[in-house]
């Protein structure tokens, strides 16, 4: 998948860049710009920090990236998707939390109605609620506006955005 951007402390909290991240945790993951049936999108909002980010998650041993896909978006949405074409990957350096992670994102299709969501015990406690934007430069504006209260969420956000922006391009 085409690497669209590198992500680092100076690039969203003016810290200082750690250029030594051999032995820090790697992590990859699968997300997705998700259509609804009127082209509305599909966002989680997380409250207890105040930003939304695009639904999914981390990749489990033995399963494709599609397969994750698929299932978080059935867990943090309630709604089987079909994949219908890649966005690209983008690279988060984070430096509090000695990380590398690889987020690959998908435009998806929601395929059925929706189902009660699985959401994990930390979503929860981050106030996870699914958000139906009416289109794209929806999604867009809000992501704009957030204002993200932890470390995390900033990284998120630039992501997220960034996958919007992509996205958007390719619709």
């Given amino acids: ?22 032995n820090w945790f790697k992590r990859s993951a699968s997300r997705a710009v ?55 990957e983008i690279v988060e350096f984070r430096n509090n939390q000695q990380m590398e992670q690889h987020s690959f994102c998908y435009i998806a299709q929601q395929a059925g109605a929706l189902v009660e969501t699985s959401l994990e015990q930390s979503e929860i406690e981050e106030g996870a609620e699914t958000v139906i934007v009416t289109n794209i430069d929806a999604a867009i504006r809000l992501l704009e506006n957030d204002i993200p209260t932890n470390y995390e969420g900033h990284f998120i956000r630039k992501r997220d955005l960034r996958f919007l922006h992509e996205a958007k391009s390719l619709l």
Wanted: charged share 30%; with cysteine.
């Fill in 1 to 22: 998948m085409r690497l669209i951007e590198t992500i680092r402390d100076s690039d969203v909290n003016s810290g200082k860049d750690d250029l030594n991240t051999k």
């Fill in 34 to 88: 998700l259509l609804g049936n009127n082209k509305q999108i599909y966002l989680l909002k997380m409250s207890t920090y105040n930003y939304h980010k695009l639904p999914g998650g981390g990749i489990d041993e033995d399963e494709t990236l599609e397969d994750a896909l698929c299932r978080e978006l059935l867990e943090e949405v309630g709604c089987t998707a079909k994949v219908l074409q890649e966005v690209g």
